[in-house]
Every structure is written in C-alpha cells, then in structure tokens.
C-alpha cells in the first residue's frame, strides 16, 4: 500500500515539475493528457487497485483524490499565467498602450458665416419678416435692368460681374434681384420678407472682399411706408445684433435702387467709437445699404407708386459676423482652416 501512496506521491512531484516548464496552451494540454487525462499517469498508477484489500482502498482512494485536486488547481494556475504572458506579448508586439488617453473625436459645428445668418434671419422672422428665396444664377434684367439700371448704365460698375456662356445669364451680385421676384409674386398684397443668400463678384480676392459670399436683402412694400419704418427697423437690428444700446449712423449714398439712398454705420462693437484697426480709426462700421424703393423698381414689381411705397436694404453676412468676432480677414470664412472654423 505505502508504495503506491509513494508512487502517487512521486508522481506528484514529477507532474508539477513539469508542469512549470509549459510555455503555451498547446504545452498544458498535452501536459493534462500525459498526467490527468484518461489514459494519463494518474490513471494509470491507479490500475491495481482493484487488487488492494478492502481497508486499503479508499485510503488510496483520497490520496489519489488529493493529487487529483493539487495537480488540476496547478494547471488553472499556469494557465492562467500563462494566459496573461500571452496577452502582454500579444499587447506589446501590437504596440497598444491601453494606459494612453483616448484620440479626441472632431465634433462638427455650425459654419460662421451659418451661424451668423441664421442669427440674423430670426432677428428679423421675430419682427414678422418672412424668408423668401431667390435664385443665385439672375439675368442681367433682374440683376440690373429692373432695379433700374439699364443697358450702358455707369453704376453697373458698382459691381463686378460673372457672366454666363449664355448671354443675358449671370450670377447675381447682390440679392436685391430677389426684390423683383418677390414683388412680382405678392403684388398687390403687401410685403415683408427677408432674401438671404449667395452672392458673386468678380473681384481680386483679398482681405475685404472675396468672390462668393452672404447677403441679405429686406423689403416692405405697403402703402404709407415711411423711411422711419426703415430706421426703426435698422436699429431695433442692430441693438440685437450687434448688443443693446448701439449708436447708429445714416450717411446719404447713392443705389440706382432706392431713393433716397443711404448707408448704415453702427459704432465699432471692438473699440465702441474709440478707433482701431478695425473701424480703420474712424469709430464707425459700416453694416448696410438701404434706402425707400425707387418709384421705377415699384412699378416693375407691379407696384403702382403712386398708392404704395416701400423700403429694401441688403448687408454683407460675413461682414457682420467680422464685426462680432472681430475677424480681419474675410478669406477665413471660406478657406476652411479648421483652426479658424474650430475656434468662431
Ligand atoms: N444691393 C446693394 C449692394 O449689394 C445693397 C442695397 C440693398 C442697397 C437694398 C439698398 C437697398 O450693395
């Protein structure tokens, strides 16, 4: 009996010190088949046991039950060891360091020039103004001829112009166009709307001007419309625009358009009137053109002018929102700089 005890216990000793010398999964399992499987050792120091005597038997019994125990608690253990080196060699070789912080995720946001336009959109929407949209690709007679500039006129060079292969087709170099859309639609009712959009000029691009950019136009046709209706307008924009309590500045200018004609300064948001670089030393930044709707354009609208009147104004939307960021530069807006459209 004492010797099969010895036995069991020698093959202990043997299965653990071979056990440490498994390196990978492969290794343990073919240890497990050599030592606890079923035709394994362990089984097989077991065969005459039948043959003990009836004391004897469950004396060897435990014992092999013991070995049993110690040497299946040992493989978990270097399984699992083994388990983890496997893993680190894994992590290292693929040069994952699980400790590095995350790579952030670049969220998108509203584009400036977006931001600024939806701004003033629903300033304007809140005074009853509604949205109408008018086409970018114009013909030269609602871009010029029905806003009362016709063929030859000298201020069809305030603007610079790309034509179309197609004669008498353009891009719109402004969206007062849209006035004449709009009129022709509604008239004879009365109107309110605001025209937001794109607009093209062929001009040098440089810090002040670029060849693609926003404006919006405003237009309210009615009968009695007065220019105090228009200032009143403007500057309840500006206060919500450009902050409450700004001062205003209506300096007479010339548009085939309307008349009489103006142009609206608002005092610099940046140095409140004091001068910088920004309002070029003078306090003041210019933000629209306005005036009340020549007679001329009323009547090509549908618009008798002798029972109804109306005001327009148009301003730049990147221009407006330079003012508010205190942008210099206007090719920002459309270079797509990420660090520029990250950090408006
Ligand atoms: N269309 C003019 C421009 O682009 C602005 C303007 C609009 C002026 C409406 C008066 C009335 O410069």
Redesign the pocket.
């Given at each position: 009996m004492s010797e099969l005890v010895k036995k069991l216990e020698a093959l202990q000793v043997e299965a653990e010190a071979m056990l440490t010398k498994a390196q990978s999964s492969a290794e343990t399992e073919a240890w497990f088949r050599d030592y606890l499987g079923r035709k394994g050792a362990l089984t097989n120091a077991l065969q005459g046991i039948g043959s003990l005597s009836a004391e004897e038997r469950p004396l060897i019994g435990k014992v092999a039950n013991q070995v049993k125990v110690a040497l299946t608690t040992a493989l978990e253990a270097r399984q699992q060891e083994i388990a983890n080196a496997e893993m680190e060699a894994a992590l290292s070789a693929e040069g994952v360091d699980v400790t590095l912080p995350g790579r952030p995720q670049n969220v998108g946001k509203i584009h400036p020039s977006n931001a600024a336009l939806r701004q003033i959109n629903n300033i304007f929407m809140q005074m009853g103004f509604q949205v109408y949209d008018a086409p970018e690709v114009e013909t030269d007679e609602y871009n010029f001829g029905l806003?009362n500039m016709p063929d030859g006129h000298p201020a069809r060079d305030?603007?610079d112009t790309f034509y179309t292969t197609t004669p008498g087709v353009l891009l719109r170099?402004?969206?007062?166009p849209g006035?004449i859309h709009a009129m022709r639609e509604y008239c004879p009712q009365p109107i309110r709307v605001i025209l937001p959009g794109k607009?093209f000029r062929y001009e040098d691009v440089t810090a002040r001007s670029e060849m693609m950019f926003h404006?919006v136009?405003?237009?309210v046709v009615g009968k009695n419309i007065t220019f105090s209706d228009l200032k009143g307008t403007v500057v309840a924009f500006a206060n919500q625009m450009f902050g409450e309590g700004r001062k205003l500045r209506f300096r007479k200018?010339y548009?085939p358009?309307?008349e009489p004609?103006?142009?609206v300064d608002v005092d610099c948001v940046l140095c409140e009137g004091k001068g910088c670089r920004v309002c070029k030393y003078t306090g003041w930044l210019e933000i629209?053109?306005?005036?009340m709707?020549n007679p001329t354009v009323l009547h090509n609208g549908g618009y008798d002018p002798a029972v109804y009147s109306g005001?327009?104004?148009?301003?730049?939307v990147e221009r407006s929102a330079m003012l508010k960021l205190g942008v210099d530069d206007i090719r920002y807006f459309f270079s797509n700089d990420i660090r520029f459209l990250e950090r408006v």
């Amino acid at each position: 009996m004492s010797e099969l005890v010895k036995k069991l216990e020698a093959l202990q000793v043997e299965a653990e010190a071979m056990l440490t010398k498994a390196q990978s999964s492969a290794e343990t399992e073919a240890w497990f088949r050599d030592y606890l499987g079923r035709k394994g050792a362990l089984t097989n120091a077991l065969q005459g046991i039948g043959s003990l005597s009836a004391e004897e038997r469950p004396l060897i019994g435990k014992v092999a039950n013991q070995v049993k125990v110690a040497l299946t608690t040992a493989l978990e253990a270097r399984q699992q060891e083994i388990a983890n080196a496997e893993m680190e060699a894994a992590l290292s070789a693929e040069g994952v360091d699980v400790t590095l912080p995350g790579r952030p995720q670049n969220v998108g946001k509203i584009h400036p020039s977006n931001a600024a336009l939806r701004q003033i959109n629903n300033i304007f929407m809140q005074m009853g103004f509604q949205v109408y949209d008018a086409p970018e690709v114009e013909t030269d007679e609602y871009n010029f001829g029905l806003l009362n500039m016709p063929d030859g006129h000298p201020a069809r060079d305030m603007w610079d112009t790309f034509y179309t292969t197609t004669p008498g087709v353009l891009l719109r170099t402004h969206t007062s166009p849209g006035q004449i859309h709009a009129m022709r639609e509604y008239c004879p009712q009365p109107i309110r709307v605001i025209l937001p959009g794109k607009c093209f000029r062929y001009e040098d691009v440089t810090a002040r001007s670029e060849m693609m950019f926003h404006q919006v136009e405003g237009l309210v046709v009615g009968k009695n419309i007065t220019f105090s209706d228009l200032k009143g307008t403007v500057v309840a924009f500006a206060n919500q625009m450009f902050g409450e309590g700004r001062k205003l500045r209506f300096r007479k200018s010339y548009f085939p358009f309307t008349e009489p004609s103006v142009e609206v300064d608002v005092d610099c948001v940046l140095c409140e009137g004091k001068g910088c670089r920004v309002c070029k030393y003078t306090g003041w930044l210019e933000i629209m053109g306005a005036g009340m709707v020549n007679p001329t354009v009323l009547h090509n609208g549908g618009y008798d002018p002798a029972v109804y009147s109306g005001y327009a104004f148009g301003m730049g939307v990147e221009r407006s929102a330079m003012l508010k960021l205190g942008v210099d530069d206007i090719r920002y807006f459309f270079s797509n700089d990420i660090r520029f459209l990250e950090r408006v």
